[in-house]
């Protein structure tokens, strides 16, 4: 497998940058590039996660500590208070970032929420050693403050990467999962029924609807009929639209 | 212009696969959270990868701006990285990391450690001569209350476990070597510069409270107190900042096509060995924590942990206790 590093592509539907990999089917694969704004908001998510998650162990574990309705820290440190509550809640803080990274395979709650997951240039999950050195690089990446220079590093690198992601070969890219294809359709339809771009017509339509206002719909959804069915649809009221577009889409119309 | 026939019917045929899509699309995503060790499962993805390819290649031209076109490029990727995704196996990894691939990192940069261990001793003996000539400048690498306290003939590290339990003082210790060292090889980033900067601060520091505390008649005392664990500590500043350097000298004197393939490279490699050390650094965490503030461990217990520490340093960066010999095969992981 090559991996083209320096190859960019222009994603015509949704506008972000690419990179390309090469596969050994001749086909390359696309990612989309996700930039210091998805970076950004996948790492405010996360930080309130594990914010939440480091606080919540200290607070729970401080009464069990103490007993009674206290969060009040002993004056002088014992290993109890330290191993039970302090410990713990540093360690939810620190290692947040990399065992939710190893265990989820390049995403993170915050990551799988923006939308985005990390790769290698070529395509692939990253090995245990690039997941752990993207993190110590966090040292650099965070200075002076609220990660300054990862945010530069971020901005005027061309993957739009930082220099843990750099140093560790990593990418983060759009994931895209919840694409869906055809729902309304039955591919079984296609064919002397429908056809294959009226298909794509009728099913953006049917999974907008909700979305559209009802002038809208009803004036798209009577020029989708006009062109598969020879009757007058300029009466119909936009329920029986949507019937007769589902019965097309289930190919129960000729 | 409307399309022609042709151009309808291949359309056509392309989206009448689209089950074949889902399905493929629906199996990388739980092959990618799963695994799995059926081959027929694993064969069928093969088998799925190359249908999206083709299906892709058309969709790019046939239905380049359609949500059909998106699914397929999700789900080629998907597939892609399902199928390249690395097998781990995590004791064969950690095995094969300290077996081979320390020892093999520890080897590559025996000419960085030589340097960076003169560039530490150097340092030292900077740091001793400028208080022994100039003992005012013991203010610029120590705070005032060690100053007093050093003064007032005691060492700050007496007393400490009154201060807090061992347990406490060793996770506090631990963590602050961890993160120094860690920053002494992310700070190779700048060049090796900031390496530089950080272990030859540290040994001038070394050197300065040294000659500070013989000042006072102290540095026997600190000797003892940092002989158990200062010699694994310090060797280990020094392999961070061999680390370091070798990160600055792949970016001053890129090997690669790139400064960053380059960079990436050497930062993977030498990665390895600060896994070691932070192994390294957790016992001596404890044994600073528990062994070195104790009074009532003699002189010749403490040498013998502090040589014994760091003949199990060397045993671990060779890979001897992970059963190498001179006529290894190395591990496949």
Request: proline letters at 4%.
């Amino acid at each position: 497998m090559v991996e083209r590093n320096e190859a960019t592509i222009d994603a015509p539907d949704e506008g972000h940058e690419g990179h390309v990999v090469d596969s050994v089917t001749g086909v390359d694969v696309a990612l989309h590039i996700a930039g210091p704004g998805a970076r950004t908001y996948a790492f405010v998510i996360d930080w309130h996660i594990r914010v939440v998650l480091s606080v919540a162990w200290g607070v729970i574990a401080a009464l069990i500590y103490n007993g009674r309705w206290s969060l009040e820290a002993p004056v002088e440190a014992t290993p109890a208070w330290f191993v039970l509550v302090a410990l713990p809640a540093g360690v939810i803080y620190l290692l947040y970032p990399v065992i939710t990274e190893i265990a989820m395979r390049g995403r993170t709650p915050g990551k799988r929420m923006a939308g985005v997951r990390l790769v290698t240039h070529d395509g692939s999950v990253p090995a245990l050693s690039a997941f752990l050195l993207r993190n110590v690089f966090r040292l650099i990446d965070s200075f002076p403050a609220f990660y300054g220079v990862g945010l530069v590093t971020c901005v005027v690198t061309r993957n739009h990467v930082r220099i843990g992601d750099l140093a560790a070969g990593t990418l983060l890219v759009y994931e895209n999962g919840d694409e869906s294809v055809l729902e309304y359709v039955n591919p079984q339809a296609l064919g002397a029924k429908l056809d294959g771009p009226t298909a794509d017509i009728v099913n953006d339509l049917l999974r907008r609807w909700n979305t559209l206002d009802e002038a809208a719909r009803g004036r798209l959804a009577r020029k989708v009929l006009s062109g598969v069915s020879p009757a007058d649809w300029s009466a119909a009221s936009t329920a029986g639209l949507r019937g007769e577009l589902e019965r097309v889409a289930r190919g129960e119309r000729a | 212009m409307s399309e022609s026939p042709r151009e309808r019917a291949l359309r056509t045929s392309l989206l009448q696969r689209s089950d074949q899509w889902k399905a493929a699309a629906d199996r990388a995503r739980r092959l990618s959270r799963q695994g799995t060790e059926d081959v027929g499962d694993a064969m069928r993805l093969v088998d799925d990868y190359r249908l999206l390819a083709h299906d892709l290649a058309r969709a790019r031209r046939l239905v380049p701006e359609t949500r059909a076109r998106r699914f397929l490029e999700a789900a080629y990727a998907q597939a892609h990285a399902t199928l390249h995704k690395p097998s781990t196996h995590l004791g064969y990894a950690v095995w094969s990391l300290f077996r081979d691939q320390v020892p093999e990192v520890v080897r590559w940069l025996r000419p960085h450690i030589i340097w960076v261990s003169l560039l530490f001793v150097v340092s030292v003996m900077v740091g001793a001569w400028m208080v022994n000539t100039y003992p005012d400048l013991i203010n610029l690498f120590a705070s005032p209350d060690l100053i007093a306290t050093v003064e007032r003939g005691e060492l700050w590290t007496e007393g400490l476990l009154n201060v807090m339990p061992s347990s406490v003082l060793s996770v506090q210790i631990l963590t602050n070597n961890i993160v120094v060292s860690l920053f002494a090889y992310c700070a190779g980033f700048l060049f090796g510069l900031g390496t530089f900067y950080i272990v030859g601060l540290n040994g001038i520091m070394l050197g300065a409270i040294f000659a500070f505390t013989r000042q006072h008649g102290l540095d026997d005392e600190l000797f003892r107190f940092v002989l158990a664990h200062g010699c694994v500590e310090l060797s280990v500043m020094v392999l961070s900042g061999a680390a370091g350097a070798a990160v600055g000298e792949a970016l001053i004197r890129p090997t690669l096509a790139s400064r960053g393939q380059s960079f990436q490279v050497a930062a993977l490699r030498t990665g390895k060995l600060i896994t070691a050390c932070v192994v390294l650094l957790i016992g001596c965490g404890f044994i600073e924590g528990y062994i070195s503030p104790n009074p009532e461990f003699p002189l010749w217990t403490r040498a013998a942990v502090g040589v014994g520490y760091w003949i199990f340093m060397i045993a671990l960066l060779r890979g001897w206790l992970f059963g190498r010999s001179r006529d290894h095969t190395p591990i496949d992981t």
